[in-house]
């Protein structure tokens, strides 16, 4: 059963712009849950790239997308939303979406629930 779903990703030109859906399921997403979008490149591991605290609601960006990339959330519609801007070639990868109860920090393991990922490819 599928309960978090991707949307919106594709091929961009470098200094473009993306925004990335995530539609959530009601099993998956409560206003008090840890949100995050993570990205796995080919041979890498994946890596937070922006996620908003379970704790205090607080959000954090990786050092490589901090004033380029926008996380945000809907709570009535259960949705959870990444703008992204002045895309780079190595923004290049597989996009998820996760949520948790406990997700505290922008880690993988903080996250039990996950979509199945949407490709984000910035090429000239």
């Known amino acids: 059963q599928v309960q978090l779903v991707e949307s919106g990703g594709g091929l961009v030109q470098p200094g473009g712009s993306l925004s990335l859906s995530c539609a959530a399921s009601?099993?998956?997403?409560?206003?008090?849950?840890?949100i995050g979008w993570f990205r796995q490149a080919p041979g890498k591991e994946r890596e937070g790239v922006s996620c908003?605290?379970?704790?205090?609601?607080?959000?954090y960006y990786a050092d490589s997308v901090k004033g380029r990339f926008a996380i945000s959330r809907d709570n009535d519609k259960k949705m959870i939303y990444l703008q992204m801007n002045s895309l780079k070639p190595e923004d290049t990868a597989v996009y998820y979406c996760?949520?948790?109860?406990?997700?505290?920090?922008?880690?993988?393991?903080?996250?039990?629930?996950w979509g199945q990922g949407v490709q984000v490819t910035v090429s000239s």
């Open positions: 908003i605290s379970s704790i205090d609601g607080r959000s």
């Open positions: 996760a949520t948790d109860r406990w997700g505290r920090l922008c880690t993988p393991t903080e996250f039990a629930n």
């Open positions: 009601r099993s998956t997403f409560r206003s008090d849950y840890g």
